[in-house]
């Protein structure tokens, strides 16, 4: 093997550093510092880290129960970085998202307490092949609605459908009359109230204020084991970053320009010929997909469903979770919302008579200290450090306008 020969100086008597020397290959190339300068400059190198954190770290870490708690914390995840869609991208603020949750879990519960109703295991009821509310409420059939959950498919088709289309009624409902600002989150609260009365007050269909529980087995594959949950929590992480991914390549083509111009200056983006109100409804009903996603897979990895989060309460929790991350952020709103429930988790199991107390001052000190969430202490602080620790190996400063963040540059007026 011939040995290899350091490429000659470069023009004015440069010459290459030790760590560039010791990457070069026999062309020159040096690939490390190429794969560290795209990861810098793509900012592909944020959703990596996390992808590791939930993927590697954490289940080699935690114990199941904490991993658990963890899987549902991922849940959440998937209404934050819905919410920086559409309301750090497209500037619609939800304030009912807990909606599309409670829908998404609503579809994946029926399906599943229709197999846990089997004629053999509801034998005991008056009639045996109807969920157990039902019975109780003196129902004798099982109400035609429900029949399409008999089938998987179709349940998944629901799950992403029904909240979807909810969603781009409201929307385009509201959008279409320029109806916007705190007058539509105020209307999205009002939805989340009818929702949640509505569930309550019928209770023989859907469960009523217990909501649908005793969820056991997914076509004969039993739940309830800690095999089963560290499979659901790894099927969450992955379907999570694959939703960063996507939102990700939104935000970077045109549309995501349009909805960011859309948010700053509607008007012009009006006056330029484009119809901003479908904009909206896009941004509306994307975001109500992804929490519908995150409900669907609260419920496997919970094994229920109550109108306990389908209420105004969890939808604004639901935006604090996305604020502390940082509303212009994916991967943010991802750190924010494990963030605020291991606040919850840790305080409520210390400080039972406290914890509500503790949780409303971290709010108020997180938004106070870092205004632009937790991917605001990334770009003031932790950016310029990469940056200085790997400037001499990939041959940059961080001068890139995107390095992981997920946030672009915004408009100050």
């Known amino acids: 093997m011939e040995p290899i020969h350091p490429p000659p100086a470069a023009a004015g008597g440069a010459t290459m550093s030790e760590p ?24 592909h190198a944020s959703v990596i880290i996390l992808a590791v954190v939930i993927l590697v770290i954490f289940p080699l870490t935690l114990d199941m129960f904490r ?19 559409a309301w750090g991208y497209g500037g619609v603020l939800s304030l009912g998202q807990g909606v599309f949750f409670g829908l998404g879990g609503y579809c994946m519960a029926m399906f599943l307490k229709l197999e846990a ?45 029904v909240p979807t289309a909810l969603a781009f009624v409201v929307g385009y409902a509201m959008f279409k009359r320029r109806v916007g600002g705190v007058y539509f989150a105020i209307i999205t609260q009002a939805v989340s109230v009818i929702l949640s009365v509505l569930i309550i007050g019928q209770q023989g269909y859907t469960g009523g204020v217990n909501g649908i529980t005793d969820l056991r087995t997914l076509l004969g594959w039993d739940i309830r084991t800690d095999g089963a949950k560290l499979a659901l929590y790894f099927l969450s992480g992955v379907l999570l970053i694959v939703a960063i991914v996507c939102c990700r390549y939104i935000q970077r083509s045109k549309l995501g320009t349009l909805l960011l111009a859309m948010r700053d200056k509607e008007d012009r983006v009006r006056f330029s010929g484009y119809d901003v109100a479908m904009f909206k409804v896009f941004a509306f009903c994307l975001a109500a997909l992804l929490a519908a996603i995150g409900g669907a897979m609260f419920t496997l990895q919970v094994g ?42 840790y305080f409520s199991e210390s400080f039972p008579n406290l914890w509500l107390f503790l949780m409303a001052a971290l709010f108020i000190g997180v938004v ?22 790997f400037s001499k190996v990939a041959g940059t400063v961080g001068t890139a306008s995107n390095d992981g963040t997920d946030t672009p540059a915004v408009s100050k007026t």
């Open 117 to 161: 109703s089997d004629p053999i295991s509801t034998k005991i009821q008056s009639t045996p092949g109807i969920p157990d509310f039902m019975d109780w409420n003196q129902l004798t059939a099982l109400p035609f609605w429900w029949k399409p959950f008999h089938s998987l498919p179709l349940a998944i088709i629901a799950i992403l459908v």
């Open 304 to 345: 229920f469903m109550s109108p306990s989060f389908v209420g105004i309460v969890p939808s604004i929790e639901m935006v604090i979770y996305a604020a502390i991350g940082g509303r212009m952020s994916l991967v943010g709103a991802v750190y924010g919302t494990i963030l605020v429930n291991l606040g919850k988790t």
């Open 67 to 85: 991993l658990s708690l963890m899987g549902k914390y991922l849940t959440y995840a998937f209404v934050a970085i819905g919410l920086v869609m």
């Open 20 to 43: 560039a020397i010791a990457s070069a290959g026999t062309n020159g190339r040096k690939p490390t510092a190429a794969v560290l300068r795209w990861l810098l400059s793509s900012g």
């Open 368 to 389: 106070m200290a870092f205004p632009d969430g937790l991917a605001g202490v990334y770009e003031r602080h932790v950016k310029g450090w990469i940056a200085r620790r």
